[in-house]
């Protein structure tokens, strides 16, 4: 059951800050506490096995269970952290030398059942089946550890075909893969059960092997010996000296002390509730409340007033949760209806093709604090039905992400499992919030809605404290929920494309593919399907004979990076084509994307992410504009398709300068750093020429090019290995290369190993503003992850920091341009570049404030170098 928790939970959201993995026993604890609620037993016992190597099965037959997978890392321990919580819980465990766990709880149903008690026996072993009778019952997962249905002796005849007792006799005939049992060749169920049943057992079958006529008969008789081996180990001890009472298994009551210590230390917070809810126990000092999803109420216009002043007075100066219900409309989603929560008060309100004025004025006013998930995508809807928000001080997709910035999602659904232990299901279970938010089966679309915003609400509660404990509030409250309004409004606007420029795009790079595809094909006499990894490989190293690639295993790999490498090598005509005609095919797609993106209003309105990226980078989708080609001719022609929009007289395009070198500048503050920056010299040249002991001016281009390819490098943990690869010289050339960079840049050595080193005591790294990453895997024993953590702890401090000073920048020119009451506008951030619509007559103004926004959106001890550049196109404005 462990192990099935283990699968039926991700083990990437549930582990605590020392690393440890806890997927298992939360899944597995969180089980438990569900069947004591709705079985409520009165005894209560658990069975663990013990290493296979010991049963007296795997001494009989050595490949016995054989064949299983390696049990994974992350499962490791968990399983005496298990034993932990049972002891905490007051619940006998049981593990006994030789014997498996169902061996245990075969002999605690004889038990049982001669002490005249229903048993309930929990197994994802069908071998328990045996057990079956009139008083014991086995509840068998169907799925994962929430749907565990009870299996009575109808039920196991109806889809076995035989009656519990003879189930065994069943398994011996048909084998159990899960065992390694092999049954007899040709031989399914129900040729098995009409033996057993025609013969009177396994015994009888076997006695009467001879007679049973045909290919399956043959193949009996030449597996009896197996068979039987089956039939024996398959059988389970009912007679094992356990050592223990019933009684002793009797009413299981936690030890509050011992549950507050160490669900501290897994950090399951509300599980915790639940166990004190089922036992009947009084925590000591839990301080949590129990979960509550209020009855909605329903107001008419009139009353609607009254339900708000209801809410706000339930608040008590506290934030009211808002969750919105949206549906496609055009090519908008369109809000539909709202609900409102605050402590123990729902309210819903359809909006029936209209808005209540009552509820616009008060979502609009910055002085009711609201908290909701995906303030983003919410008030966007609200704004297509003329709508706006504001008083938002929480967003649960964006404050879960600062509490944890590695995790894959940050859906309500998600959050509230891994946060509120509120298990998903179909619909609410007694004491326990089961979320779907899709309309109800009988038409409850109030109730649905509103218990969204009671997630949202206790999601609020769970957060706020939890955010000042990790030094995020500053960071939500300051910097991420105000940016996204900015990203509201810049999605909203977009960005004006020229579609008879894609067109013609598309047309010229379906050409470009089109005649390197030939290239290739008149290299080699034939066509290929150059699409295809196979046909590839069949070409470039058997017909070809080229050197061979990575091995794979479908053969070699002919993946870009090895082809690019390959051609490098060979310079082969038919590579050069392949390559071309990939490039071209690339980005064609990517433009055929941008064209489908394209709306009514001929602009393009990409989504950003703010929790997508761990280092705090915005992510940009549908479509992603961060994955254009920047410096290739073909990128720029793509760039080129951006164009100022009607009304409006050019773009600004301004980036940073070596923003990330900079920030290695201030946080290791190397004086040989800061002062090139300082007198603004060309990094680059000014550290070629102390590395190489030359003057700046003879700093040759080959030499400028290594020093920027390892300058660069080193914050992402690069290697003399990596660095030989890169730069294509010998590894000894690359070691002493670095050596001498960080003989004259010792500020920089010292602060690469200092920062992996705290990361290591603190168990996280933090940018310039206190934005965290946790790094627990810096002190995991498997080494590859160790050094993936370290490289991460190298590069998170200055990734993250750039992540902050564009996006600070981003509010300095917004809040500039509202300011003097400018027209232009906010369009893009692409890495670490803003892109401004200007309308006429405010070009001097906008460039002025952008630079000074840019410029001021951080204090380093070296000057932020912005660069700007203006056009009628994203092309022509770069610089």
Do not use: C
Not at 94 to 114: C, K, N, S, V, Y
Not at 679 to 701: C, M, Q, W
């Amino acid at each position: 059951m462990a192990f099935r928790a283990f699968f039926a939970l991700p083990a990437e959201s549930f582990r605590n800050a020392e690393g440890q993995h806890t997927n298992a026993v939360h899944g597995f604890t969180s089980m438990l506490i569900n069947l004591v609620r709705d079985q409520k037993p009165t005894h209560v016992a658990v069975a663990f096995d013990v290493s296979d190597e010991t049963t007296h099965r795997k001494a009989e037959y050595s490949e016995y269970k054989g064949g299983r997978n390696e049990t994974p890392a992350e499962f490791r321990g968990q399983i005496d952290l298990i034993k932990r919580v049972m002891h905490a819980l007051g619940i006998r465990t049981f593990e006994l030398p030789g014997h498996e766990a169902d061996d245990i709880l075969a002999t605690l149903a004889t038990q049982g059942r001669a002490a005249g008690m229903e048993v309930l026996l929990v197994s994802g072993d069908r071998d328990t089946f045996q057990l079956v009778n009139d008083h014991v019952f086995v509840l068998y997962p169907r799925k994962g550890v929430s749907d565990i249905p009870r299996m009575d002796a109808a039920a196991i005849e109806e889809k076995y075909f035989v009656p519990p007792a003879r189930y065994p006799d069943l398994a011996a005939l048909v084998g159990e893969s899960a065992d390694n049992l092999p049954g007899v060749p040709g031989v399914g169920p129900k040729t098995a059960a009409k033996w057993i049943a025609q013969y009177d057992g396994l015994e009888g079958v076997i006695a009467h092997a001879d007679e049973i006529k045909g290919k399956a008969g043959e193949s009996l008789r030449e597996n009896l010996d197996s068979v039987e081996r089956n039939r024996r180990l398959n059988r389970l001890l009912t007679d094992l000296d356990l050592e223990a009472s019933l009684d002793e298994l009797r009413d299981p009551q936690p030890d509050t002390a011992a549950i507050e210590s160490l669900f501290d230390e897994l950090e399951f917070r509300t599980l915790r509730t639940r166990v004190y809810e089922v036992f009947a126990t009084e925590p000591e000092a839990s301080g949590e409340d129990v979960f509550e999803v209020p009855e909605p109420a329903v107001p008419s216009r009139d009353e609607l007033p009254a339900a708000l002043a209801r809410l706000a007075e339930a608040a008590d100066g506290g934030a009211v949760a808002l969750a919105v219900r949206a549906e496609p409309a055009g090519e908008r989603q369109e809000a539909v209806a709202v609900a409102l929560v605050s402590h123990g008060v729902g309210v819903y309100v359809p909006l029936d093709g209209s808005f209540p004025a009552e509820l616009s004025a008060w979502l609009a006013d910055p002085s009711a604090p609201k908290s909701l998930h995906e303030y983003k995508e919410a008030a966007k809807a609200l704004r297509a039905v003329g709508a706006e928000l504001a008083g938002v001080v929480d967003d649960a997709s964006i404050s879960g992400y600062l509490i944890e910035p590695d995790r894959r999602s940050y859906a309500l659904a998600d959050l509230a499992q891994h946060h509120l232990d509120i298990q998903l299901g179909p619909a609410p279970a007694a004491g326990q919030l089961a979320l779907d938010f899709a309309e109800d089966a009988d038409g409850e679309t109030a109730r649905a809605l509103v218990r969204e915003a009671a997630v949202v609400h206790a999601l609020h509660a769970d957060f706020t404290p939890r955010l000042a404990e990790v030094g995020a509030a500053a960071l939500l409250a300051d910097l991420e929920l105000p940016l996204a309004r900015v990203l509201l409004d810049m999605e909203w606007a977009g960005i004006a494309v020229s579609t008879r420029q894609i067109d013609e795009l598309m047309d010229d790079l379906g050409r470009a593919s089109e005649e390197a595809a030939q290239k290739a094909y008149a290299a080699i006499g034939h066509e290929v399907n150059l699409g295809s990894p196979k046909q590839l490989q069949t070409v470039l190293f058997e017909e070809l004979e080229l050197p061979r690639t990575k091995k794979i295993k479908t053969g070699y790999t002919t993946d870009a990076a090895s082809l690019k490498e390959l051609l490098d090598k060979t310079g082969h005509p038919f590579l050069a084509g392949l390559m071309a005609h990939r490039e071209s095919s690339k980005l064609r797609q990517m433009v055929e994307t941008l064209k489908k993106s394209v709306t009514s209003d001929s602009r393009i309105h990409t989504t950003y992410a703010q929790n997508i990226a761990a280092t705090g980078r915005l992510s940009s989708n549908n479509p992603n504009l961060q994955n254009i080609p920047i410096r290739s001719e073909e990128g720029r022609r793509v760039r080129d398709v951006f164009v100022v929009g009607e009304g409006y007289e050019s773009l600004l395009a301004a980036d940073y300068s070596q923003i990330e070198m900079r920030i290695m500048a201030h946080l290791s503050n190397d004086a040989g750093l800061i002062q090139a920056y300082r007198e603004g010299e060309d990094l680059h040249r000014f550290v070629g020429a102390r590395i190489f002991h030359v003057e700046p001016a003879d700093v040759t281009s080959e030499m400028r090019s290594k020093v920027k390819a390892m300058s660069y490098g080193l914050a992402y943990g690069l290697t003399s290995f990596g660095l030989s690869k890169q730069l294509e010289i010998s590894v000894d050339e690359a070691r002493n290369l670095m050596k001498d960079y960080f003989d004259r840049f010792g500020g920089v050595r010292d602060y690469l190993r200092g920062v992996v080193e705290q990361a290591r005591k603190d168990g996280y790294t933090s940018t310039i503003f206190g934005r965290r990453r946790y790094l627990p895997d810096l002190n995991s024993t498997d080494r590859a992850r160790r050094e993936l953590a370290e490289r991460v702890a190298l590069n998170s401090p200055i990734q993250g920091s750039a992540a902050d000073i564009i996006k600070r920048a981003m509010l300095g020119v917004e809040r500039e341009l509202r300011a003097q009451g400018l027209a232009s506008r906010l369009l893009l951030q692409i890495h670490d570049e803003l892109v401004v619509e200007v309308a006429a007559g405010e070009e001097a103004a906008v460039r002025e404030l952008v630079v000074g926004a840019m410029g001021s959106a951080a204090e380093l001890t070296v000057p932020l170098d912005v660069q700007v550049g203006v056009g009628r196109t994203w092309n022509e404005a770069g610089h």
